[in-house]
């Protein structure tokens, strides 16, 4: 059985990452959507728990996909969820270059392959970050993230201004 994991911080989840996942699930047995902490960005706008929630919430049509979290290396999480590849979206040109890198390490630290998939030029330019920024300034980002995202960046906003 192919299992691949999908890594991200997903804070939180969006079209894009629906993108990618969509298109990984038909080519593995299982693929498993893990939310994970990044030391380089921000503490988080979500909690691993919710962000793990969302993505359980957006990928509940997708029969051999699942959902999991892991606080620490993606080599760590491919290891511990036994995973065979892991799958990595592409938006940019600059995106390519640091995925690469970190594919190559990845293979070298664990011998798990990544797999890169590109991104559908429609979603290309969405970022987690860009929608927090928007949420957080009261506009709406219905278009750009999954219904149930929508609706708990909504309840955020509305209960960081009660």
């Known amino acids: 059985m192919t299992r691949a994991i999908y890594p991200g911080s997903f804070d939180p989840i969006h079209r ?3 993108d990618v996942i969509e298109c990984a699930a038909p080519l593995f047995a299982s693929l498993v959507v893990v939310a994970m902490y990044n030391p380089a960005k ?60 970190m594919a190559h390490t990845n293979k070298a630290v664990t011998g798990v392959q990544t797999v890169l998939l590109p ?5 290309a330019f969405i970022s987690s970050r860009f929608i927090r920024e928007i949420t957080k300034q009261g506009e709406d980002v219905t278009a750009l993230v999954p219904a149930p995202v929508a609706e708990r960046l909504r309840r955020k906003v509305v209960s960081a201004h009660d």
């Open 42 to 101: 921000s503490a988080g706008f979500f909690t691993l728990e919710e962000r793990e929630a969302m993505i359980a919430e957006s990928v509940a049509h997708l029969p051999n996909v699942s959902t999991a979290r892991a606080p620490g290396l993606v080599v760590h999480a491919a290891t511990e969820l036994e995973a065979d590849c892991i799958v990595k979206g592409i938006r940019s040109a600059s995106d390519l270059d640091v995925e690469s890198q």
């Open 119 to 123: 991104a559908e030029p429609a979603n």
């Open 16 to 18: 894009g990452h629906l």
